[in-house]
């Protein structure tokens, strides 16, 4: 009881569900049933973006653990907006925990890349 509970204000503070609930506004890049893909605020390189599954798990990891088709879909998306925005060569990346930079914890893929596709 008291978990479900917890868990309810993880959601209903964390910035990404926010997005999802398009409470907070951003410039969508894809939408598939079970994610979202917008470009970084504070973009590290000419293409960075998160792609994120619209349900709230903290980080990869426990999306890895209870829905792992929603990671297979998170990889689909981001490996499919790789192929849209950049050459080929990009890093694929996912913080995992405060003392690996994670400052969101709602799980996302970073796709970050200099290698901008020809005439993109
Ligand atoms: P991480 O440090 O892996 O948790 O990544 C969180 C990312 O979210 C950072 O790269 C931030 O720049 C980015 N970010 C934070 N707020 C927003 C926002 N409103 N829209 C887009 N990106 C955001
Ligand atoms: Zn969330």
């Given amino acids: 009881m008291a ?15 926010k997005i999802v609930s398009r409470d907070i506004t951003t410039e969508f890049v894809a939408e598939t049933a079970n994610t979202l893909a917008f470009w970084d605020i504070a973009p590290l390189a000419k293409v960075h973006l998160l792609i994120i599954p619209k349900q709230h798990h903290r980080d990869v990891a426990e999306l890895a653990k209870n829905a792992p088709a929603i990671l297979s879909e998170v990889l689909k998306t981001a490996t499919d ?5 950049t050459s080929g060569s990009f890093k694929l ?18 796709i970050i890349s200099d290698s901008v596709k020809d005439g993109s």
């Fill in 81 to 85: 907006l790789a192929d849209t925005f």
């Fill in 93 to 110: 990346q996912f913080n995992t925990g405060a003392d690996a930079g994670q400052t969101v914890f709602h799980a996302h893929a970073h």
């Fill in 3 to 17: 978990k479900t509970r917890l868990m309810s204000m993880n959601e209903a503070n964390c910035l990404f569900c």
